[in-house]
């Protein structure tokens, strides 16, 4: 970078902050490592909160009883032990002194020395003989230095900005001071003022003015809902859009549909389906019947039963000539998938195919072979599917079950796998349904599953038995496989489930077998101890497939009692006689792991139990076990999930690749939300390729924003 003094110019935009002479080198290296680089960077760096700042008065005139703000130089601290520990220290200026006191912070002693110098703020109260002495009781303090000793002289909200160890709030103020009123004026609002005036939002250049520079708390909230609002309606917009282009530029092919066609897969189910799998399998055939893609989330709680309606979706492709494909996250889920699939269409002419990693090199390749030639009607497999080098003839449906996570480029992936159509310029494309059991809690839902449709499966199929369920501690686990033993004796099974890391055997070589360490000597302690006698079996990921199957053949069978596992029966594993779980360092699992693994009990006619073993050390993990204790309704975890963890981690937008929220906070902003959504309906049904005049700002920004990953990029 060139030194600052060569070439000045007037500060831009775009103009990088080393090139801003006003700013200290050690700002910009210390803004640098917070990703902020350029002007535009600083002034998008917004405070993450406020505090009020009372204005200064020396420490002679502070009043006793109300909050006030000195500042001064520590002459002397020390720590006091004892039941209450306390840190104090005393601040001097040039009219008196002030006692500072800090109970159970003795670690301040480390932080605040002798000849430092301190704004502190708090309640001032007189103390002493006659009420010589002045005390602040567990004061905020700052530590002040030559950038920042400004001597506020009136009270005012002070922005509290994201910092770092390198460059703190106060000096991240000073430094957006000297750029802001030279970058206010080149902010251009995407939004007109018509629109702003009748949602009464301020304009771009003032949100960030009030954002930095509050005359009020009133001003920083009026801000908040700008930008909040602005950065919601730009991602609807983006996912309205994305939805308006796949209208226009895809197409699917219509499934047939009869009452004889229902009748005939219906007969194939061995029980009459609940009224929410009827409604949702009404949903799922309306889509299905139509040229448009079908884009749709099917989320039901764990063994609410999603399988008949992926069967059902399936089987509807085949009558109407087309494959269809199943996806399961794990190899293991898969197979179960293709047994159970297998029995319930014993007898009819639906071609079934499994593919999965444990197919030698000929196998495999004949499967893709019938599978090209659609010699197969249903194929089964892992997420694999969909970036191998299987080819379909016709593949009309495409079930993705059991995705936890809820990225949008995903399912674009899965677009890229369409053939061109003949005859229309709009390329072919399966329909997509996705199911999930971890139910995306309603706020997400509207944020960014735009481009989703949603069933909802909020029913349990008739007779199922609440599970009971316990939280713990690890010193009791002696009273908790005395217990399982006794559900043993009485011809109950069980899960025992060990955290292990479990990459599962397509990554064998790369994990290191140490990983399983715990779980083999969960199992080697049980055998020896506490189920002395009962048939153990191990299950995890490493094991071949065709040991995988024979052991849950036998656990199915009832010819094992416990299965000592990982995570891999999370999902899909279905044996209605294990009616007990336990799972050991519970605290180590997230809430929708825990609950996704609990619903492998409770599908019998039995009241099954779960038991949570667990130490939990942080007040998140505490939290997560309470939740788990408190209920079984899986939507209602989903919601105390967000709540405890926050939206970015839920949804993993990391991973998904959608960009995490910088202003709105969707727990506080629904409202904004809600609005933002709507508004974004309207705007893309009214311009459904945003570029009518006076959009083309907008546009920039959102594609900039939201383009890559929403797959955007072509338009236009
Ligand atoms: P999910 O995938 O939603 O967790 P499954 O599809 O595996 O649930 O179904 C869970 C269990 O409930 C399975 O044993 C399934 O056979 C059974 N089941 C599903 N629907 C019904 C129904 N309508 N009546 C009785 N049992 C059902
Ligand atoms: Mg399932």
């Known amino acids: 970078m060139s030194p600052a003094a ?54 002679r005139d502070l009043a006793a009883g109300s909050i006030v703000t000195a500042r001064g130089e520590i002459s002397a601290t020390r720590v006091r032990p004892g039941r209450r520990p306390r840190f104090e220290a005393a601040l001097l200026d040039h009219t008196g002194r002030l006692d500072l006191v800090w109970f159970n912070q003795t670690y ?52 509290v900005y994201p910092a770092s160890e390198h460059i703190n709030s106060a000096k991240i103020e000073l430094a957006v001071a000297r750029v802001l009123d030279a970058a206010l004026p080149q902010i251009e609002d995407h939004l007109s003022d018509d629109l702003r005036r009748a949602k009464d939002l301020p304009g771009l250049a003032e949100a960030y003015r009030m954002a930095h520079r509050p005359a009020s708390e009133e001003e920083a909230a009026a801000a ?56 949702v399998i009404g949903e799922v055939v309306a889509d299905l019947m139509r040229d448009e893609p079908a884009n749709r989330l099917i989320q039901g709680d764990v063994g609410s039963g999603k399988t008949v309606i992926a069967l059902y979706a399936m089987l509807l492709a085949a009558a109407s000539g ?130 989703l449709d949603v069933s909802t499966i909020d029913q349990l199929p008739p007779g199922r038995m609440p599970i009971a369920t316990r939280v713990v501690a690890s010193e009791k686990s002696a009273e908790v496989y005395r217990f399982v033993r006794q559900r043993l004796d009485a011809g109950d099974q069980a899960y025992i489930v060990v955290p292990a890391i479990d990459t599962g055997a397509s990554a064998a070589g790369a994990g290191g077998d140490e990983d399983l360490a715990d779980l083999r000597s969960v199992m080697a302690r049980l055998e020896a101890h506490e189920l002395a006698g009962k048939r153990l079996a191990a299950m995890h990921g490493r094991l071949a497939s065709r040991t995988r199957d024979h052991v849950m053949h036998r656990f199915r069978a009832g010819l094992i009692d416990a299965l000592i596992a990982t995570t891999v029966i999370e999902v899909g594993v279905d044996v209605p006689n294990a009616t007990v779980m336990v799972i050991e360092h519970a605290d180590m699992f997230g809430l929708a792991q825990l609950h996704q693994l609990r619903g492998r009990v409770g599908r ?70 809600v609005m933002a959504r709507r508004d974004a309906a309207a705007w893309i049904e009214r311009s459904p390729e945003l570029n009518a005049p006076g959009e083309d700002l907008l546009r920039k920004r959102l594609l900039k924003l939201h383009g890559k990953w929403l797959g955007l990029g072509d338009v236009g």
Not at 33 to 53: C, F, N, S
Not at 145 to 152: M, N, P
Not at 233 to 258: D, H, I, K, N, Y
Request: charged residues 25%.
């Open 6 to 59: 060569e070439q000045p110019g007037p500060i831009r935009i775009s103009t990088p902050l080393a090139e801003v002479r006003a700013l200290r080198p050690a700002w910009v290296d210390a803004l640098a490592r917070l990703g902020v680089v350029t002007v535009a960077d600083l002034i998008k760096h917004l405070p993450m909160r406020y505090e009020r700042l009372e204005a200064e008065a020396p420490i």
């Open 108 to 159: 301040l002693k480390d932080r605040i020395f002798p000849g430092m110098r301190l704004r502190v703020q708090g309640q001032a109260k007189r103390f002493g003989p006659h009420g010589a002495w002045l005390q602040l009781v567990n004061p905020k303090w700052e530590a002040l230095d030559e950038d920042t000793e400004v001597v506020e002289q009136e009270s005012r909200t002070r922005p």
């Open 224 to 279: 908040h809902r700008r930008l909040a609002y602005d950065e919601l309606l730009l991602l609807q917009l983006g996912v309205f859009l994305r939805r308006a282009q796949v209208r226009r530029t895809m197409r699917a092919e219509p499934l047939r549909w009869s009452e004889q066609i229902d009748r005939h897969i219906r007969a194939r189910f061995p029980f009459a389906l609940t009224g929410a799998q009827d409604r």
């Open 322 to 451: 087309h494959q269809a494909a199943l996806m399961a996250p794990t190899e293991l889920l898969a197979e179960q998938h293709f047994l159970s699939i297998s029995e319930v269409l014993k007898g009819s002419n639906v071609r079934m195919e499994l593919l999965t990693g444990a197919l030698g090199r000929s196998e495999r390749d004949a499967a893709l072979a019938r599978i090209a030639a659609g010699d197969a009607d249903l194929v089964i497999g892992t997420h694999a599917l969909l970036t191998g080098d299987v080819k379909f003839r016709s593949l009309a449906v495409v079930v993705i079950d059991e995705q936890h996570r809820f990225g949008v480029h995903q399912r674009a992936t899965l677009r890229g796998k369409a053939a061109e159509a003949a005859g229309d310029s709009r390329t072919l494309v399966p329909h997509t349904l996705v199911m999930t059991a971890t139910p995306i809690p309603r706020t997400l839902a509207l944020t960014l599953l735009g481009d």
């Open 604 to 673: 019998g006619q039995k009241r099954s139990v779960c038991v949570l073993i667990a130490d939990p050390k942080t007040p998140d993990a505490e939290q997560r076990l309470a939740a788990m204790a408190a209920t079984t309704d899986g939507f209602a975890l989903a919601e105390r999930d967000l709540e405890i963890r926050g939206p970015g981690e839920v949804f993993g937008q990391k991973q998904a690749g959608a960009p995490p929220f910088k202003v709105a906070d969707l727990m506080r902003d629904r409202e904004l939300l």
